[in-house]
């Protein structure tokens, strides 16, 4: 997920997104989150949220990303 001033954008789809506020997660800055559930309200709200180091990604879905780009 990428920064963006109004939240999160998503690797995959390009959709703009934020942190439910029930989160702990709430209101902190990562550089990379994976989470679980969408929850579509008024806004796009994600749920069952880890943070985690970008350099794992390749490890964790190798099949999305690589070690090179």
């Known amino acids: 997920m ?3 001033d109004d939240g999160e954008r998503t690797l995959a789809s390009g959709q703009i997104v934020q942190v ?4 702990v997660l709430f209101r902190t800055k990562a550089d990379c989150l994976i989470f ?11 749920r069952n949220v ?7 990604l ?3 879905a190798p099949q999305e990303f690589t070690a090179n780009g």
């Open 2 to 4: 990428a920064s963006v």
């Open 20 to 23: 439910n506020p029930s989160s």
């Open 36 to 46: 679980n559930e969408l929850v579509r309200t008024n806004q796009n709200y994600i």
């Open 50 to 56: 880890i943070r985690v180091d970008p350099l794992w």
């Open 58 to 60: 390749p490890e964790l």
